[in-house]
């Protein structure tokens, strides 16, 4: 046989490139950035190279894999971080003003096989992420208001979309990692300068309202003070009630004459008749 071989140099060459066929069949090299999927008949078999959270470059199960010819099919999925960006969207906010998103969400496929069995694809996944993303996006954005959306507090709106995409995200398979809005723009026709004066004039009437309330609340607690004031002078006066009188005219007398000094040099001068009622303290040595 092998001397039939040696004569037939052709068939010799055929069986040598149908050997290789086979082994470039048989043997495959898994990249340090890929994760392969052996499966057969649409089944996922095992996974080669597969993510494992805090693992160093270099220690992982990447090189040579060996699968069986035209009855397992490797299909590659990326190990790395991967992005997906929606297209730019209006968002209606609470208060009726319409407002221009770019977003995007960077994921990691932590579930190969998950993902084989529930989408199939990479492609497939950006696809669904993305129509989820722009989803999610606009619901959430669509109950703040127009001011929430430009302010500070869009970071805590954009970590609620990522909870709700990853929780979808983990049915195939993979993990959000984060999602951020690239830029916010007002849409065609709409002046941003004519939004900050909206924007002010609301904060001024809201500044007013806060305002009327304060002052409502100072009156009500200046006559509840003045009532309970009122109780006990009323109890003092029942108790003793020359004291009570006597209390009252110092009072009245620092008041007097601690206004009129700070009016002049310090001193007060007071022209009154040696009788007057006012003066009852300072007669007889009192």
Sequence with gaps: MFGSLKQNPVALGLGGLALLVLLSMSISIVPETKQAIISSYGQPLRVVNPYKPNQQFGDTWAGLTFRIPFVEQIQWVDKRVLSVSMQPQEVQSTDRRRLRVDAFARFRIVKPAKMYQAIRTEEALKAQLQTILESRLRN???????????????????????????????????????????????PEGQSLQSAYQRMQSAQQQQAIAIDAEGQKEAQ????????????????????????????????????????DSQNGDGNTTVVLSTDNDYLRNFRDGR
């Design 220 to 259: 009500i607690i200046r006559a509840e003070a003045d009532a309970k004031a009122a109780q006990i002078y009323a109890q003092s006066y029942g108790k003793d009630a020359d004291f009570y009188d006597f209390y009252r005219s110092m009072q009245s007398y620092r008041r007097t004459f601690q206004q």
């Design 140 to 186: 959430e954005l669509g109950k703040r208001s127009f001011e929430t959306l430009l302010s500070a507090e869009r970071g805590a709106v954009m970590d609620n979309i990522q909870a709700s995409l990853d929780r979808e995200a983990r049915k195939y398979g993979a993990q959000i990692i984060d999602v951020r809005i690239k830029r916010t723009d007002l």
